[in-house]
Nanobody, 113 residues
Framework: QVQLVESGGGLVQAGGSLRLSCTAS???????MGWYRQTPGNERELVAS???????NYGDSMEGRFTISRDNARSTVYLQMNSLKPEDTAVYYCKMRSIIVTWGQGTQVTVSS
């Protein structure tokens, strides 16, 4: 079974930037990849997704600040996050959807005011 490993989370001041990476142990070229985030007591919400053809979709308030991209040769999907706000603080999860759905373990992003 394919495994996903996220990296790039951390602590950043409001207005700063982070780039998250998600690397899969297998090929991703024919899959839809996505980033979701979750805060305590809340459901996981879509941040951004990217299809196998490069088509993208963003959650509310994400587009314009966040950019998702993929490098199939590296089996990696990225999430560039700019103009970060304290309300972006969450655990960010990578998701791969093919025949089955696979989730990564999550990476913490904390934005201080």
């Amino acid at each position: 079974q394919v495994q996903l490993v996220e990296s790039g989370g951390g602590l950043v001041q409001a207005g700063g930037s982070l780039r998250l990476s998600c690397t899969a142990s297998g090929r991703i070229s024919r899959t839809t990849m996505g980033w979701y985030r979750q805060t305590p007591g809340n459901e996981r919400e879509l941040v951004a997704s990217i299809g196998s053809a490069g088509d993208t979709n963003y959650g509310d308030s994400m587009e314009g600040r966040f950019t998702i991209s993929r490098d199939n040769a590296r089996s990696t999907v990225y999430l560039q996050m700019n103009s970060l706000k304290p309300e972006d603080t969450a655990v960010y999860y990578c998701k791969m959807r093919s025949i089955i759905v696979t989730w990564g373990q999550g990476t913490q992003v904390t934005v201080s005011s």
